[in-house]
């Protein structure tokens, strides 16, 4: 499996922008695909998870309200809409792939996968 995260940049304070990540090879019902991000000198941190087949997904408290994750399995893509950006939300953001049937894993250790990252900037 190899994922591909795309749609950082830099955006202003309040502004919004929604990341992409799709995935190539098999993806099983039982997988979720997960959303991290790391601040420099920050440890990476969960944001956002969601079931390949029931959808059900979870929000880490300090987005909740303004990210919403959701998917796409007919293009095999997980999207993170990001609303209402502040500059504490500026990191590089990964999304990963838990290959388990734990489902919403806050540790970044319960992933297998991991895309490349992409680096959201918010200016104030």
């Known amino acids: 499996v190899q994922l591909q995260a795309s749609g950082g940049g830099l955006v202003q304070a309040g502004g919004s922008l929604k990341l992409s990540c799709t995935a190539s090879?098999?993806?099983?019902?039982?997988?979720?695909m997960g959303w991290f991000r790391q601040a420099p000198g920050k440890q990476r941190e969960f944001v956002s998870s969601i079931t390949w087949s029931g959808g059900s997904t979870s929000v880490a408290d300090s987005v909740k309200g303004r990210f919403t994750i959701s998917r796409d399995n007919a293009k095999s893509t997980v999207y993170l809409q990001m609303n209402n950006l502040n500059p504490e939300d500026t990191a590089v953001y990964y999304c990963?792939?838990?290959?388990?049937?734990?489902?919403?894993?806050?540790?970044?250790?319960?992933?297998?996968?991991w895309g490349q990252g992409t680096l959201v900037t918010v200016s104030s």
């Open positions: 090879g098999r993806i099983h019902n039982f997988y979720t």
């Open positions: 990963a792939l838990d290959t388990s049937r734990r489902a919403h894993s806050y540790s970044s250790h319960s992933y297998d996968y």
